[in-house]
């Protein structure tokens, strides 16, 4: 049963996959779910969702996300995503993980994607240190005792080494034709039927936007939104979840070695906003100061009517 779903699920994919590659890693073997059943799922195989797994290879992180758009238009069944961009592992490994069923014989299976670098570098080096660190953390539990201190010296060795490597290659993720892409994420926050815009200079201009900003070396997109609220209001806030995101990579003429592609949360504050810190101002839905905003972010007020009802040319 396994077999015939993966059978399909590589049809399927190489069906709407169309210049993205397919990797057809086979069925998981026995070793593997043994671990995963006394490491994560305390022997609970139902909780299994990757019998039947394949991934799909981009070349960069907007590529992920139109692919995660066309899955969505597809016939998947699809059961849950989950952005390990947006939430790295603690070894800041990365990807997309897509659960969906076989309608056939409602088997589940998992459809990963990540970028060529991302990958190469977990078949060249990542995929081992995962399975070291994974098989240290089974074997202790299978042997049904803490890990020893040289164990957790060994894993944070083995950690840090692997957040290294897939800090390297995702980087690699952002170029095309030689220009860097800035990865850009942003809070929309609203106050019944007002929306916070801050102040900032965008090159000779000043700009409102969206609170947030640039993502770091080595940020998940989660903690890096957190961090750039903190830094231009003042508080933390509590993300609630990926609006969307920017469906063309976008040059600022005063910028023009850069792309920008943007990723956009809805999000609550947990405390008091300070609207001096960067001249924060809260704007009707209705009428948005468009005049004073990037083109990328009208695309984004454009695209989600459901938020603003200004009428957008």
């Known amino acids: ?74 016939s998947l069944q699809i059961i849950s995503i989950t952005d390990n961009f947006v939430n790295p592992t603690p070894e800041n490994y990365r990807d997309i993980n897509i659960v969906f069923k076989d309608v056939i014989n409602d088997m589940l299976g998992e459809v990963q994607i990540n ?18 660190i994974r098989t240290i953390r089974a074997n202790a539990a299978i042997e049904k ?32 034709n030689s220009k860097k892409i800035r990865i850009g994420i942003y809070a929309v926050i609203m106050r019944g039927d007002e929306i916070l815009l801050t102040t900032t200079q965008a090159g000779s201009q000043t700009i409102l936007n ?15 939104l957190k961090r750039e609220c903190l830094e231009e209001l003042g508080c933390e806030v509590e993300i609630e979840e990926m ?29 008091e906003i300070d609207l001096t810190m960067h001249n924060c101002k809260w704007f009707k839905r209705s009428a948005m100061p468009l005049e004073h905003m990037l083109p990328i972010d009208k695309e984004f007020l454009r695209n989600n009517p459901c938020l603003f009802s200004h009428e957008m040319t």
């Not at 970028?115 to 070291?132: S, V």
């Not at 083995?158 to 993720?173: I, N």
């Not at 969206?210 to 890096?224: C, I, W």
Request: proline share 4%.
């Open 1 to 74: 049963m396994v077999e015939k779903t993966q059978t399909r699920l590589i049809a399927f994919l190489n069906n709407v996959a169309h210049k993205r590659i397919v990797i057809n890693p086979g069925i998981k073997g026995p070793k593997t779910i043994y671990q995963l059943l006394q490491t994560r799922w305390n022997g609970d195989a139902s909780r299994i969702t990757d019998y039947a797994r394949a991934t799909i290879g981009v070349d960069t992180i907007k590529d992920v996300y139109d692919c995660i758009r066309a899955f969505k238009r597809s």
């Open 115 to 132: 970028t060529m670098p991302l990958i190469a570098y977990k078949n060249r080096e990542g995929h081992d240190l995962f399975d070291e």
């Open 145 to 176: 005792r803490e890990l020893t201190d040289g164990e957790q010296a060994l894993l944070r060795h083995l950690t840090e080494k692997s957040r290294e490597g897939d800090d390297s290659s995702f980087e690699e993720s952002l170029t095309l």
């Open 210 to 224: 969206l609170p947030g900003g640039g993502v770091d070396q080595g940020e998940g997109f989660a903690a890096a």
């Open 243 to 271: 609006l969307c995101t920017s469906e063309d990579l976008y040059i600022n003429p005063e910028f023009p070695d850069f792309y920008m592609f943007n990723l956009y949360f809805k999000a609550n504050p947990k405390g």
